[in-house]
């Protein structure tokens, strides 16, 4: 199976082709050679024993790697590793992770579960678990409704900041609410703005796990509302958030090569 995630990054699942660690080294390999031979292209190849090993032995040894991360070896590459390294979290996120304190993966691994899902609701638990080296992401599965958005216009142009974010964070809460209600997660946060001359700017934001707490798709829709859209003094005419990439968070995989 294979899953496309960009133009240039896809995950080989070959645990059905391969049943030892070894042959899926050879067969990776095989891959890179291939790909050189016939495009004269370099590419980073990353083999572990899930999506997230993979994707980060991909990222540990650029550019033309090749990382192999074996089951028994995961702990003694993750633990002093950035936190930022872990897949989903970015700047916002390792901003909200070295204020308590967690610094690298070790420290994501050792924290008080019950800590984090405060701090970060459901992601909590999922960073953790990847901090652990645990990934069950199902290979190339969607929910059937690719996206979730609310949007408001108003008959008066918002101009005050205060107000203007207290509305984003009121959309984003209900965007959050309707994917706990239907047990989804969501990858890429997006927010519209319109001005009274009717520009439209859209800009989004797209995770490497999925999302479902309130509190962090506010903070990245508010994130993305300072960074990436241009306010004007003339105020605000309409303003959207909303959530896509969705995938259902009760989905579960068996570990790849074994060891059910």
């Known amino acids: 199976m294979v899953e496309t995630i960009s133009l240039d990054e896809a995950f080989f699942d070959l645990s059905t082709r391969c049943p030892t660690f070894d042959l899926a080294e050879e067969t990776a390999r095989a891959v890179k050679t291939r790909v050189r031979v016939e495009t004269d292209l370099t590419c980073s190849v990353g083999l572990g024993p899930n999506r997230f090993l993979a994707k980060l032995g991909s990222e540990l040894d650029k550019p033309d790697g090749f990382c192999v991360i074996l089951p028994e070896g995961v702990r003694e590459v993750l633990d002093p590793l950035?936190?930022?390294?872990?897949?989903?979290?970015?700047?916002?996120?390792e901003r909200r992770l070295q204020g308590l304190g967690i610094l690298r993966v070790r420290d994501l691994r050792l924290t008080p579960a019950n800590l984090l899902e405060r701090e970060l609701g459901s992601m909590g638990r999922r960073l953790q678990q990847l901090a652990r080296?645990?990934?069950?992401?199902?290979?190339?599965?969607?929910?059937?409704?690719?996206?979730?958005?609310?949007?408001?216009?108003?008959?008066?142009?918002?101009?005050?900041?205060?107000?203007?974010?207290?509305?984003v964070r009121k959309l984003a809460a209900h965007v959050a609410d309707q994917l706990q209600r239907e047990h989804l997660l969501c990858r890429t946060v997006r927010i519209k703005v319109r001005f009274p001359d009717f520009r439209t700017h859209t800009r989004q934001l797209r995770l490497g796990v999925g999302v479902d707490a309130a509190g962090l798709i506010e903070q990245l829709a508010i994130h993305l509302l300072h960074d990436r859209i241009p306010l004007r003094d003339t105020g605000v005419r309409l303003i959207g958030v909303g959530v896509a990439d969705l995938s259902v968070s009760s989905a579960r995989q068996l570990s790849l090569f074994g060891g059910g």
Do not use: C, F, K, N
């Open 82 to 93: 950035p936190v930022g390294r872990i897949w989903g979290v970015g700047q916002v996120t």
């Open 133 to 167: 080296g645990e990934d069950d992401t199902p290979m190339g599965r969607e929910a059937a409704a690719r996206s979730i958005s609310r949007e408001v216009t108003y008959s008066h142009d918002l101009t005050d900041l205060l107000e203007i974010e207290a509305e």
